[in-house]
């Protein structure tokens, strides 16, 4: 009584899909699934209490500006932005004017734009960039290293 012998072959190894294949099967696969995505908004809804609704995905240079310009608060369905000084903030720090910020905003809200929202980002850039300088009352001039290595490991000159 002899267990019977099974022999097993590896299948052959198929050559990986060249970058034109991958390429073909990535556009095919884009087409199938096109029709269960919804289309990218050109527009948001501006609210009073300085959030933006999206009410479904947005066109990729909305949400580029709308990114930084405010923060994400909830993602679902609809995504919810909330502007805040910081936001507006991060906005003017990346080369963006109150002047473009209000123009941006009224082309891509379906609703018109709150008049919070028009104070803030006024608000901001009337303050944005400013510098504030003041006088001192001493300073330290010393010439060598060495002594003013030593003062500044002195612990009464931590305070």
């Known amino acids: 009584d002899k267990l019977p012998v099974h022999h097993h072959r590896m299948p052959p190894v198929a050559a990986p899909p060249t970058a034109a294949e991958r390429a073909a099967a990535t556009a095919a696969a884009a087409r199938l699934l096109a029709p269960l995505f919804p289309e990218p908004l050109d527009h948001v809804?501006?609210?009073?209490?300085?959030?933006?609704?999206?009410?479904?995905?947005?066109?990729?240079?909305?949400?580029?500006?709308l990114g930084v310009l405010a923060d994400v608060e909830s993602k679902g369905g609809a995504t919810v932005y909330r502007f805040t000084p910081g936001s507006v903030r991060r906005a003017l720090d990346a080369g963006q004017s109150a002047a473009g910020l209000h123009t941006f905003l009224?082309?891509?809200?379906?609703?018109?734009?709150p008049q919070p929202l028009t104070y803030l980002i006024d608000?901001?850039?009337r303050?944005?960039?400013?510098?504030?300088?003041?006088?001192?009352s001493a300073y330290v001039r010393c010439d060598d290293?060495?002594?003013?290595?030593?003062?500044?490991?002195d612990k009464r000159a931590a305070g």
Do not use: K, M, N, Y
């Open 127 to 136: 303050r944005h960039g400013r510098l504030r300088v003041g006088a001192a």
């Open 145 to 153: 290293d060495a002594t003013l290595d030593e003062i500044l490991a």
């Open 106 to 113: 009224a082309r891509h809200s379906r609703t018109p734009v």
């Open 123 to 125: 608000d901001v850039a």
């Open 45 to 65: 809804l501006l609210q009073a209490d300085l959030t933006a609704v999206a009410p479904g995905p947005l066109e990729r240079g909305l949400a580029d500006v």
